[in-house]
């Protein structure tokens, strides 16, 4: 009979008397590491995989704290489901080429767009008919781009919306029909057909002295216009592990979330169930006896304090200018002012003395004006968001002009905020 040293009988009396010893653990993991006197080291699952981290030996794994973590309740409230999603419910997009015909004259030329014409022969021998050697002359007819988005876990036999857009030199696609179109994934694969009347916003109206178009005549939807064909596969039901992913990057968010649905899990399964693994990726342990799809219908709408870092997005082509709430400016002095020149050309005409053989001529004469308005100077601190909007408005400055202190304050260095330039 081999004896045990009192160090591994120990360790065999406590595996013993803890049957239930793991099962908070990801699937793959070892036992949690046990000291010298028998005690459970406070280690915590690894990622998924159960591969150890660090350099500690077997011990090291992937930790989390027991406790909820002291993070500031600093952000906007939000469902879980808003603010994040499953890494296995994803779209794929989806295009194919058409024709859409009953165009009132606003068609593709066929001479600009010679593959309309080449689509409508091919068409017509599909249905049977044969082309005859003349070139067509209607202008009812315009090739088009058709794209899709197909959802995550759509069966065979639903529908979905299609885009439809020209591609030759057609003026609209008002009044137009999409004939079958297959539309392909990036696999080269067929996963849905689309067809039916598009409907377009925009029109265009045309004299013979004057046109008027508003909107995007050749661009337009048709609203349940696909039949999916074919499903992409998907085992979300016998998935153990659910990995969410934050639509906005954020430490301090994946934090909450995962000490929400810990809080939550704790009460409801009596154990802690996510982690963070990263500022975007949460991953989540599905407890025993509940599917998958049930389990996260009960976590999505948990409310967390959803964070987003401090910035001033600037769109200078449309002078758009959009400040988080969380941006700050430190005390600066700002003097903004406009210079106006202006030229005007006022040429003379200069008479010859009486009785002289000179000609009448003109001279070119310049007068150049420049003023330049008192530009006051300013002091802008921005505690807060709407100290800030109303230092900005208190300058009287167009919004280029405020655009230019923003860059003038980031340059300087008092804006606590990252400026995104579009």
Do not use: C, W
């Not at 591994?8 to 010893?21: R, V, W």
């Amino acid at each position: 009979m081999n004896r045990l040293r009192p160090t591994a009988f120990l360790l065999a009396l406590t595996l013993a008397a803890s049957p239930a010893a793991g099962a908070d653990y990801f699937e793959g993991t070892p036992p949690p590491p046990v000291s010298a006197e028998g005690a459970y080291i406070d280690r915590f699952p690894p990622p998924v995989g159960g591969v150890p981290i660090g350099q500690e030996g077997a011990g090291a794994y992937a930790k989390f704290p027991e406790a909820k973590s002291t993070l500031p309740k600093h952000g906007s409230a939000a469902r879980i489901k808003d603010i994040a999603q499953l890494q296995s419910a994803r779209d794929n997009q989806l295009v194919g080429y058409g024709l859409v015909i009953g165009l009132q004259g606003s068609g593709d030329s066929l001479r600009n767009a010679p593959f309309t014409e080449q689509s409508i022969r091919a068409m017509l021998e599909n249905l049977g008919i044969a082309g005859e050697g003349g070139r067509a002359r209607a202008r009812n007819v315009a090739a088009v781009i058709v794209t899709a988005n197909l959802p995550a876990f759509v069966k065979s036999g639903s529908r979905i919306d299609v885009s439809v857009a020209s591609m030759g030199d057609a003026t609209s696609l008002a009044g137009g029909t999409l004939v079958m179109t297959p539309l392909k994934a990036a696999d080269g694969e067929i996963y849905a057909v689309a067809q039916g009347p598009v409907s377009v916003s925009g029109f265009t109206a045309e004299g013979q002295a004057e046109s008027l178009t508003q909107g995007v005549p050749t661009a337009g939807r048709v609203p349940n216009g696909a039949i999916i064909e074919r499903e992409v596969e998907a085992s979300f039901a016998a998935q153990s592990n659910l990995v969410l992913q934050l639509r906005n990057a954020d430490f301090s968010t994946a934090v909450r979330v995962t000490d929400a649905v810990n809080a939550y899990a704790g009460e409801r399964y009596g154990k802690r169930v996510a982690f963070e693994q990263d500022s975007r990726t949460i991953v989540i342990k599905k407890p025993d006896n509940i599917s998958p799809a049930r389990f996260f219908a009960e976590l999505e709408n948990l409310v967390v304090a959803a964070d987003a870092p401090a910035r001033v997005v600037v769109d200078e082509r449309t002078g758009t200018i959009v400040i988080g709430n969380d941006v700050r400016i430190s005390r600066v002095a700002i003097s903004h002012g406009t210079l106006t020149v202006r030229i005007t050309e006022a040429p003379m005409v200069v008479q010859p003395e009486p009785f002289s053989d000179g000609e009448t001529a003109v001279e070119p004469y310049t007068e150049i004006d420049a003023m330049q308005p008192d530009a006051n100077v300013a002091v802008l601190d921005g505690p807060d968001l709407q100290t800030l909007v109303s230092g900005l408005n208190s300058l009287g400055v167009k919004p280029d002009g405020i655009i230019a202190i923003l860059q003038g304050i980031k340059s300087a260095g008092a804006m606590q905020a990252d400026l995104v330039l579009q």
